[in-house]
């Protein structure tokens, strides 16, 4: 229905052009000229003539404008409001002077008129891009920038213009090395907990399997420690995507619609995150670069636990887990050696560094 009376509003329109052009060409251009009472066909027949051609392009017309609000409606949504406020200020002081101008071009016959449209157009869009470049100015010494933005989603608090939420899946809640990174104080907040994510961990918490049910109540624990802290501020996003069954394509679109950043360790979620242009905090990534740097020729302490898969290899392990595969290392199972740096390779799982024995025992 909405679409009809849009349509007849733009064949209206596009007659009542023509009748006004057919009106200035009797009045202006043929004024006493020999033909006969012009006024006729003169006026209607323009004003029939474009209400037609109104009627066979309403459809696109309707189409475009109804397409154009929709995308500006969206934008405005999306903008922060010191930036709404400004642009708005730069648009109406753009509008104003082009209205001061607008006065002297409209004595211009016909083309004036034009020229006013396209003047205020220019200066409007030139005084929105100011007033929006230029916000901090407008606005220096007031605290309109310390206001919340308020999301449609139903986030149990409004978003500070300078967080961005940090979406937790499952894997790095049990994970638990989030609960260390909060308190060193190097992710800022708010961590959001989805609540289909909590379904997640209180289902694996109850399950049969105890491995299972350990890693569930492991997950809880962790969240209620950092809920309790005074680190981070921690969410619970109540709203749910019920069209979509995996959890993990759960916390994407969750990420999307927020513009958040998801957390996780989970490989696949990682690489699916990011095919979506996703920003992914990747703990795993984290602790890898973490990790020492070490070139060929480095000399460590390491402890020989085990044998190599191949020859007479020994394996040992840092502190924070890197494998070390030493060379003729299998003779000195149970000792601690001084051992050098060969080369060191870095794979999905981890970083694996080869080294021979370089001084003796310690």
């Not at 020999?34 to 474009?50: E, F, K, N, Q, T």
């Not at 989603?153 to 500070?160: D, M």
């Not at 994970?175 to 994510?197: A, Y």
């Not at 916390?251 to 242009?277: E, H, P, R, W």
């Amino acid at each position: 229905m909405g679409k009809k009376i849009a349509g007849i509003v733009v064949v209206f329109i596009f007659g009542l052009v023509g009748v006004i052009l057919g009106d200035f060409l009797v009045n202006d251009v043929l004024a006493g000229s020999s033909i006969p009472d012009p006024r006729l066909w003169m006026v209607v027949v323009p004003g029939i003539a474009l209400a037609g051609l109104g009627y066979k392009l309403s459809p696109f017309i309707v189409g475009g404008v109804a397409s154009s609000v929709r995308y500006f409606v969206c934008l405005l949504q999306r903008m922060p409001i010191q930036d709404l406020i400004g642009g708005t200020l730069g648009l109406i002081i753009g509008l104003i002077i082009a209205s001061f101008i607008g006065i002297y071009l409209s004595k211009v016959p016909f083309v004036g008129y034009i020229f006013s449209v396209i003047l205020a157009v220019l200066l409007g869009y030139i005084g929105m891009l100011v007033g929006t470049n230029k916000k901090e100015d407008i606005f220096a010494g007031r605290n309109l920038f310390k206001s919340e933005i308020k999301e449609k989603s139903t986030l149990s608090q409004g978003k500070k213009n300078s967080e961005v939420p940090k979406v937790l899946d499952t894997s790095v809640i049990i994970d638990g090395r989030i609960l260390d990174i909060v308190k060193t104080g190097f992710i800022e907040g708010p961590l959001l907990i989805p609540n289909f994510v909590l379904e997640e961990l209180r289902h694996i918490a109850d399950s049969s399997d105890v491995l299972k049910r350990n890693k569930g109540r492991r997950g809880l624990d962790i969240l209620n420690l950092i809920s309790e802290g005074k680190d981070i501020e921690v969410r619970i996003y109540e709203e749910d995507f019920p069209e979509i069954q995996e959890v993990d394509s759960k916390l994407v679109k969750l990420s999307q619609v927020l513009k958040g950043y998801i957390v996780t360790n989970d490989y696949n979620l990682n690489k699916v995150a990011q095919l979506q242009g996703l920003q992914v905090l990747n703990i795993n990534d984290l602790a890898n670069a973490l990790k020492p740097v070490v070139i060929p020729g480095d000399t460590m302490t390491v402890e020989i636990v085990k044998e190599g898969k191949t020859g007479k290899q020994g394996i040992g392990y840092l502190d924070d887990g890197t494998m070390i595969v030493v060379e003729e290392g299998r003779d000195y199972l149970g000792k601690t050696m001084e051992v050098m740096v060969t080369s060191a390779l870095q794979t999905s799982a981890g970083r694996m560094i080869f080294a021979k024995i370089d001084d003796g025992e310690v």
